[in-house]
């Protein structure tokens, strides 16, 4: 069937309710055929979780990249060079390749050594807390509750872990930002290729010196367990290093941001579940769980069909990109009961807000943990919080769902 939706993926409506939009694909035509982006949209719960466990869709969406870039007449070199680092990323390995590098990295970053962080982060979360407060008491009550405490919680927390000094800890916003505009793809933003590899070189000279110092003088931080860890007579190369401890670095960072955000916000506008969870915190688990699925800050991952693969009444050709909508599955009404409802008391489970499968996110118990100390704690201390401005601005990019400002007003006015 014809859908005219292609030029919708990034409209406003689209961009400001993705779920209207996935939604109204999901009922049309679920695997559908985004003649603009040259990809297939998967919005069904059952065909994303296939996507995501099913080994003839790879994740090697960076290697086709390059091979188009070289074989152009003049190729973009600083593009090449930041995307082959791109490549080594864990996020984009394939099995076996995968499975050997994560095995060694889980050794280090374990659920067991991130446990171990919860006073760490439960400190943190107080300090941005009190610290929102006083900016607030300064500034008529108003605060950008992203830039006080979701952003720079998991930055904090994450380079903590890796054991970066924190006088250093500021120059991995601009980095990551940097990052960010090429690997989620900001549309609009033309210079992000040098900006990209700049950005990327420096942050790789900087985790390379970390590594040296470990190297030379292990402490217990988490850089120096990745150098350390081994399976048999394997351990992680010098690439292998460096490429995971920036894609924890930057894996971690405005992902959490998003969960901390766009949970707060939905409790803002459900004050009978904030009401909840005030009155009951060991829902908080739960909480974070519904957050994920009802407006979780993964809308998408990328996909690459290795083979043709049949799906629904569509053949997906060799090479093909899918977008594998997270956002579409986790509120598909054949899984889900009143599907589009925020209710933190829901049963259940299944929501893909992680993925599912070999990639499922490394991240997720540090991510959890962060969530559910520091939501809890928001709603407590603020518990009069509102939205100082009703217009929010939503990033423009189809893998990530978050805002670029969240105004609130910590007490009534
Ligand atoms: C709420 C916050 C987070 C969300 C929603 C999230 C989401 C995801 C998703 C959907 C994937 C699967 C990607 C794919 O299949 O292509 C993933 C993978 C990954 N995440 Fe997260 N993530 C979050 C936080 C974190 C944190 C805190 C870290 C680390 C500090 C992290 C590190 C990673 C890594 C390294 C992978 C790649 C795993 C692999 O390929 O085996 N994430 N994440």
């Known amino acids: 069937m014809t859908t005219n939706m292609d030029d919708e993926m990034l409209s406003t409506s689209a961009v400001n309710d993705p779920y209207g939009y996935l939604g109204?694909?999901?009922?049309?035509?679920?695997?559908?055929?985004?003649?603009?982006?040259?990809?297939?949209?998967?919005?069904?719960?059952?065909?994303?979780?296939?996507?995501m466990t099913d080994t003839r869709f790879s994740?090697?969406?960076?290697?086709?990249?390059?091979?188009?870039?070289?074989?152009?007449?003049?190729?973009?070199?600083?593009?090449?060079?930041?995307?082959e680092l791109l490549d080594r990323w864990l996020v984009f390995r394939d099995p076996p390749e995968h499975t050997r590098f994560r095995r060694l990295v889980h050794k280090a970053f374990s659920p067991r050594i991130i446990a171990s962080m919860r006073g760490e982060v439960e400190r943190v979360a107080d300090d941005l807390v009190d610290a929102a407060r006083v900016q607030a008491d300064a500034s008529d009550g108003v605060i950008d509750l992203i830039r006080e405490v979701?952003?720079?919680?998991?930055?904090?927390?994450?380079?903590?872990?890796?054991?970066?000094?924190?006088?250093?800890?500021?120059?991995?916003?601009?980095?990551?930002?940097?990052?960010?505009?090429?690997v989620f793809g900001a549309l609009d933003?033309?210079?992000?290729?040098?900006?990209?590899?700049?950005?990327?070189?420096?942050?790789?000279?900087?985790?390379?010196?970390?590594?040296d110092r470990v190297r030379e003088a292990p402490d217990d931080h988490l850089a120096s367990a990745l150098v350390q860890a081994t399976d048999g007579d394997e351990s992680l190369t010098d690439d292998?290093?460096?490429?995971?401890?920036?894609?924890l670095l930057f894996g971690g960072h405005e992902t959490t941001t998003n969960l901390i955000a766009n949970s707060v916000l939905a409790f803002i506008e459900h004050p009978d579940q904030a009401d909840l969870l005030r009155a009951d915190t060991s829902l908080a688990g739960a909480a974070i769980e519904e957050m994920l699925r009802f407006d979780g800050p993964a809308k998408s991952v990328v996909r690459i069909a290795a083979e043709d693969i049949e799906m629904g009444d569509k053949t997906i050709r060799a090479g093909d990109r899918v977008f594998v909508m997270l956002?579409?599955?986790?509120r598909d009404p054949d899984v889900f009961e009143d599907p589009d409802r925020f209710d933190i008391?829901?049963?259940?489970?299944?929501?893909?807000?992680?993925?599912?499968?070999?990639?499922?996110?490394?991240?997720?118990?540090?991510?959890?943990?962060?969530?559910?100390v520091v939501v809890p704690r928001l709603l407590e201390r603020f518990p009069e919080m509102e939205l100082a401005d009703e217009e929010l601005e939503w990033d423009r990019v189809i893998l990530t769902r978050?805002?670029?400002?969240l105004p609130v007003r910590l007490n009534a006015s």
């Open 24 to 51: 109204g694909l999901r009922a049309t035509d679920p695997v559908y055929w985004n003649a603009r982006y040259r990809s297939w949209v998967l919005t069904r719960h059952a065909d994303v979780s296939v996507a």
């Open 327 to 330: 956002a579409g599955a986790n």
């Open 59 to 83: 994740s090697d969406r960076i290697a086709p990249v390059i091979a188009r870039e070289r074989a152009r007449a003049r190729p973009d070199l600083d593009l090449i060079e930041t995307f």
């Open 189 to 211: 933003d033309p210079g992000r290729h040098s900006r990209a590899r700049l950005g990327m070189m420096e942050l790789v000279n900087y985790i390379s010196s970390l590594l």
């Open 345 to 372: 008391t829901r049963k259940g489970g299944g929501h893909l807000g992680f993925g599912v499968g070999v990639h499922y996110c490394l991240g997720a118990t540090l991510a959890r943990l962060e969530g559910t």
């Open 402 to 405: 978050g805002m670029k400002r």
């Open 150 to 182: 979701a952003f720079p919680l998991p930055a904090i927390v994450i380079a903590s872990m890796l054991g970066v000094p924190a006088q250093d800890r500021d120059r991995f916003k601009d980095w990551s930002d940097d990052i960010s505009a090429l």
């Open 240 to 247: 292998e290093l460096i490429a995971i401890c920036v894609n």
